[in-house]
């Protein structure tokens, strides 16, 4: 067997778990100013986060490696803190979490539209403060939005590809995720676990998306 | 709402007429070789293109990548005239598929691996020098098929370094994959083939001599069923003097051609 299934199965949905956590405060926090503020620049600031979800992934993992690879100062500024990105799975987190960012944003920032702005109105007059509104009214009423955001982003990241070959690589036990290991067992000749793997990704797929039904059909 | 349905109507019929008609008119198919090569060879090739075509009157595409990704596309029915793999086994995959025009397998080039460096100065001058801890990721071509990945295993293997420094292996699909990380510097170092370390702004740091590696071998063979005349100019080609030189200016041992 050239590779482990389910060391590679259970890598790639810890990193995609990973990456969603690490993408949700900032990704919420941008969903929410998105919704409820208008400032200068808001178009420019909408369009940068939603670039990742048009652009092609390879495309954006060139500019990722650009960003953290030893080219760059910023890198370079990195591997001398001994932070080693490039080729660990700590890339592969970044990939997944870049590409899943526009997703868990555009969704919340449309359940964050749907909430009643008088809610938060009545609470603002009660005294609430700002964060606090955010975290006992906006948030609450905006949490199934929240949720299907983030299992979108999950969604995304597990099928990541073109981004993760770029920063990543596919480095078997190190950085090898499950898209990525179909891809190079077909081209290295071992299709039978290719298919395996791709059993496997057929069965989370199955799992997330009666997951999502169900959160759907539970909340009315 | 109709005038699209007609628009998308109109489109589906062109689609299914192109789908009908040949991609190539009969009579000027036999004038254009897909060459399906080694990603090793891009410079090679791409050099001695243009008077291939002057010499022989044949368009020539070349179609470039690891040699294992060339041997499951032709075995998939890629339309692929000439077969160069940098290996034996990768060449054995197609063989074994039925897929090699009998008698035509030679054994083409012969090649050496190389260590290579990124441009700081990391002093690596023999194999055991890859112990060195500055030496973090050595980038190689994916030693499970891509020919020049399964030499590097070998040569790390006959020196006992394969358990110690497999860790740190970067694998890539092409063998120019390895070769542009550690050209960008994200990789420390790379094995690469020595032919490779010439086209590339890496720090050669040694080249593996001939009797402390593996047997390095670049088949030709032209593919089952795609002899055609303007294939077997192009094949005969490629063992000419005049391609045989160009090999050499590349750094390529042109073997003699006739034995397996």
């Keep these: 067997m050239p590779v482990q299934i389910w060391e590679v199965t259970a890598f790639t949905i810890a990193v995609a778990l990973a990456a969603t956590l690490a993408t949700s405060v900032p990704a919420v926090l941008l969903a929410w100013v998105l919704a409820r503020r208008t400032f200068p620049g808001k178009a420019l600031v909408e369009t940068l986060a939603s670039l990742p979800l048009v652009m092609p992934p390879v495309a954006t993992g060139l500019l990722l490696l650009w960003a953290v690879g030893r080219r760059s100062a910023f890198g370079r500024a990195l591997e001398s803190a001994g932070i080693d990105v490039i080729f660990t799975w700590k890339a592969v987190v970044l990939a997944m979490a870049v590409m899943g960012f526009p997703l868990l944003v555009r969704t919340a920032r449309a359940g964050f539209e749907q909430v009643n702005r008088r809610y938060e109105a009545m609470a603002a007059t009660l005294g609430a403060s700002p964060s606090r509104i955010f975290l006992t009214v906006s948030l609450p009423l905006a949490s199934r939005s929240v949720v299907a955001g983030a299992l979108l982003a999950f969604s995304r990241a597990l099928g990541e590809f073109g981004a993760t070959v770029m920063v990543a690589g596919s480095i078997p036990g190190r950085t090898l995720t499950l898209p990525v290991a179909i891809y190079s067992l077909a081209e290295t000749g071992h299709d039978r676990a290719a298919g395996q793997l791709m059993l496997v990704s057929v069965a989370i797929a199955f799992a997330a998306v009666a997951a999502a039904n169900r959160l759907q059909s539970s909340g009315r | ?260």
């Design chain 2, 1 to 260: 709402m109709t005038r699209l349905a007609r628009i998308a109507a109109a489109v589906a019929v062109a689609l299914a007429g192109a789908a009908r008609a040949p991609a190539v008119p009969a009579a000027v198919a036999g004038d254009e070789v897909v060459v399906s090569a080694a990603s090793s060879l891009t410079d090679l090739l791409r050099e001695i293109a243009p008077d291939c075509e002057r010499t022989t009157g044949v368009r020539v595409r070349l179609n470039l990548g690891g040699s294992n990704a060339l041997a499951r596309q032709i075995v998939n029915g890629a339309p692929a005239d000439i077969f160069l793999s940098a290996d034996a086994a990768q060449m054995d995959v197609v063989e074994r598929a039925g897929l090699v025009e009998p008698g035509t397998r030679r054994d083409w080039l012969a090649n050496q691996l190389a260590v290579i460096v990124r441009g700081s100065g990391i002093p690596v001058s023999g194999p055991r020098d890859l112990l060195d801890r500055r030496v973090r990721r050595i980038a190689v071509g994916d030693p499970a098929a891509v020919p020049s990945g399964v030499y590097a295993r070998a040569y790390l293997e006959r020196h006992q370094l394969w358990p110690v420094l497999q860790d740190r292996l970067v694998p890539f699909a092409t063998v120019r994959g390895a070769l542009a990380a550690v050209a960008s510097g994200d990789a420390d170092a790379g094995i690469v083939f020595a032919t490779d370390a010439r086209v590339a702004t890496v720090r050669l740091a040694f080249v593996v001599p001939r009797d402390a590696g593996p047997r390095i071998v670049y088949p030709m063979a032209l593919v089952r069923g795609r002899a055609t005349p303007a294939a077997r100019k192009v094949f005969d080609y490629l063992r000419s003097e005049a391609a045989r030189a160009a090999c050499e200016r590349f750094g390529f041992i042109p073997l003699d051609g006739s034995r397996r």
